[in-house]
Structures are given as structure tokens and as C-alpha cells.
């Protein structure tokens, strides 16, 4: 199993940047596919970005391509979320998801959860 906790939301204004944090604990972090999600209130919970196991690999949502960044410090048992140039639409809860099954980077199948950290965007 892996324990993940995300840190680094908090407000900001339209066009500024963020970066969010999850720390995973576990047995082989360096094995885990880890993904980054997102839920507003009364929408379902939407894929953002993926990195596979040794980082080489990324798969990002439309909406955030070219402002979003993932990577992974696997020394750091950590993963991160670059996020520019943010916009309204972007204001959500995010957060971290390990799948330790596949080295794909994909959108469906994450095992574990982190607890969540709010962002939001102010136009």
C-alpha cells in the first residue's frame, strides 16, 4: 500500500502559477504510475495529468496541456504539479493517485487517494 498526501494549493489571481506537492510513502514509490485529478461541487472528478514509473512518460487533459507540468522526484518519494498560467475553470480540488498495477500513465484505474488540497483561481 501507499499513504499519499498532497500540500501547495491556496488562492490565486487568474495567470498565476502554483505548484502542488503529494508525498507518498510506501513500499516502491519508484514503481507506482502517479496521477494528478481534480473535482469541483456537482461535477465528477476529472483527469488532469499522469507520469509513469521512472518519469520519462506524461499524459496530460486537454485543458491543462501546455500549462501543466508533472514530475516525480522518486529520491524525494514525491510527485509534483506545475500548474501556469491558471485560469477560473481550474479552481477544484486536486488530488494525487498512485497505480502501482501498469507503467502507463493512464486517465482510469488509480488504486489509492490522497486526502486533497483546494486550489482556487480568482479572475
Keep these: ?18 505548484r502542488l506537492s503529494c508525498a507518498a510513502s510506501g513500499r516502491t514509490f519508484s514503481s507506482y504510475t502517479m496521477g494528478w485529478f481534480r473535482q469541483t461541487p456537482g ?29 516525480r522526484d522518486n ?14 475553470e481550474d479552481t477544484a480540488v486536486y488530488y494525487c493517485a498512485a497505480d502501482p498495477t501498469t507503467w502507463r500513465p493512464r486517465q482510469t484505474g488509480y488504486d489509492y487517494w490522497g486526502q486533497g488540497t483546494q486550489v482556487t483561481v480568482s479572475s
Design 75 to 88: 529520491a524525494k518519494n514525491t510527485v509534483y504539479l506545475q500548474m501556469n498560467s491558471l485560469k477560473p
Design 1 to 18: 500500500q501507499v499513504q499519499l498526501v498532497e500540500s501547495g494549493g491556496g488562492s490565486v489571481q487568474a495567470g498565476g502559477s502554483l
Design 43 to 71: 461535477k465528477e472528478r476529472e483527469f488532469v495529468a499522469a507520469i509513469s514509473w521512472a518519469g520519462s512518460i506524461t499524459n496530460y487533459a486537454d485543458s491543462v496541456k501546455g500549462r501543466f507540468t508533472i514530475s
